[in-house]
């Protein structure tokens, strides 16, 4: 026997938001030994948290509920590579995604300034460049030709907005500030286009530079951009980005236009996980009030179920019982007197005092008092003549493999990540 009561759905609830979170993490795939990460509470947890989250090394389409999914993978037999964008749903109408025909690895979303209330359009540009010594000997797939096409793309893109810059660059620039010392139109003509560079020092945890460091600083000076990596709060120090058994680099950045600066809340290098050896970025801006809706999670949407019992015939007579009974009978009248009241309005007494709205309210909580006392009433009963039901254990993991000694093994890992992400220089922790 079921108790019943009625579920109601919970309405669309209209919040305005003040910031835009921007995740940028290259994930290394979308699977692993414990399954798809895209089915990990863990991870799952770790996105949800953004509005925006600009991924790399896909290699192949992703999704998760609450987003709207942009991919572009690589073609061919051979899945490497690979970018995307997730977007939140309540978000997706003040964007426009802007594809390219070219068979490398970036992605670019315009941010309409009419929806977000910006003063221009912003476009965020999520990019992934290949290692030197990738696999791959096609020219097309080489990080040296994306970062060029990149830089063509964001000098393009300049002129119709601001410019949000992130990704795995594989590039490695030291404390190189990304500007130009003593940059001034004070003793040369300029172009009235072009305003020179505050210029303010970078640091660094990671003191090598590369080939593509070099064209990764060209892209930034010639779009004169601003890296944040080093230089904002949440990462005053630089922090290495990536953290591979052969030593730690930073190679992972967010840069954004000078006109964007002042709107930064931060942009901090988040902890080491088990689920990939880059470290996810987190970016947050300012932004003016906007006014959306959202739908709450299906689990959230209704009235926890009712209780469930087991009705047999051998309790028929124990509750006939109960209900003849003077408690239950006192409160059956009570229940009647309670409902002879809301039936005959016209029997109370005029109170010239009450306002249309007071008395509505009135009747409503008077409503909710009959509805609750009968509700308590039955299952009273019920908790008396049946017996009820056993909950189902939910199973920790669907993974037959997934034992004891798997989830030591993982809790291990955890400590060592995060001992790693403390100390990501010490010899000791790489040869034990």
């Not at 509920?65 to 309540?90: D, H």
């Not at 990536?242 to 901090?268: P, R, W």
């Not at 809301?342 to 005092?353: G, M, Y």
Request: net charge positive; aromatic share 8%.
């Amino acid at each position: 026997m079921t108790v019943q009561h009625k579920k109601q759905k919970k309405q669309r609830i209209s919040t305005t938001k003040r910031n835009l979170k921007f995740l940028s993490w290259n994930i290394q795939a979308p699977s692993t030994l414990e399954g798809h990460k895209f089915d990990i509470r863990c991870f799952q947890n770790t996105i949800n948290k953004h509005d925006f989250v600009c991924l790399q090394e896909i290699r192949e389409e992703v999704h998760l509920a609450g987003y709207r999914s942009f991919c572009n993978t690589r073609q061919g037999n051979k899945k490497a590579g690979g970018v995307g964008i997730l977007i939140r749903n309540e978000l997706i109408d003040g964007i426009d995604i802007i594809q390219n025909s070219d068979n490398l690895d970036y992605l670019v979303c315009k941010l309409k300034k009419s929806f977000f209330r910006f003063d221009y359009d912003i476009f965020l540009i999520n990019v992934y460049a290949r290692p030197h010594n990738t696999s791959s000997a096609s020219k097309d797939l080489c990080g040296k030709e994306t970062l060029k096409k990149v830089e063509e793309v964001t000098n393009d893109l300049q002129g119709k907005g601001k410019i949000i810059l992130c990704g795995d660059f594989n590039a490695r620039i030291a404390e190189n500030s990304g500007m130009i010392n003593h940059d001034t139109d004070e003793y040369i003509y300029l172009p009235d286009d072009y305003t020179p560079d505050d210029f303010s020092p970078r640091c660094s945890q990671d003191k090598t530079s590369n080939t593509y460091g070099t064209l990764f600083l060209n892209l930034i000076l010639n779009n004169q951009l601003t890296i944040l990596n080093g230089r904002t709060l949440g990462d005053f120090t630089g922090q290495f980005t990536s953290i591979q058994k052969q030593g730690c680099s930073v190679i992972d950045y967010f840069a954004i236009s000078k006109e964007l600066t002042s709107s930064i809340n931060h942009m901090k290098v988040c902890d080491f996980t088990e689920y990939s050896d880059h470290k996810p970025l987190d970016l947050e801006i300012q932004c003016t009030n906007i006014d959306i809706e959202t739908r709450k999670p299906l689990d959230e949407c209704y009235d926890p179920a009712p209780k469930r019992y087991i009705f047999n015939e051998d309790n028929v007579n124990n509750f006939a019982e109960a209900q003849s009974s003077q408690h239950s009978l006192d409160i059956l009248r009570t229940l009647t007197d309670n409902l002879t009241n809301l039936t005959h309005p016209n029997d109370r007494p005029i109170s010239n005092s009450n306002t249309d709205s007071h008395t509505n309210s009135q009747l409503n909580t008077e409503i909710r008092q009959v509805n609750d006392l009968f509700t308590k009433h039955l299952q009273g009963l019920a908790n008396d003549c049946f017996k009820k039901t056993k909950k189902k254990k939910k199973n920790q993991s669907n993974n037959p493999w997934f034992n004891w000694q798997a989830r030591l093994a993982k809790r291990e890992l955890g400590k060592a990540t995060r001992a790693t992400s403390k100390f990501p220089n010490s010899s000791f922790l790489r040869d034990n």
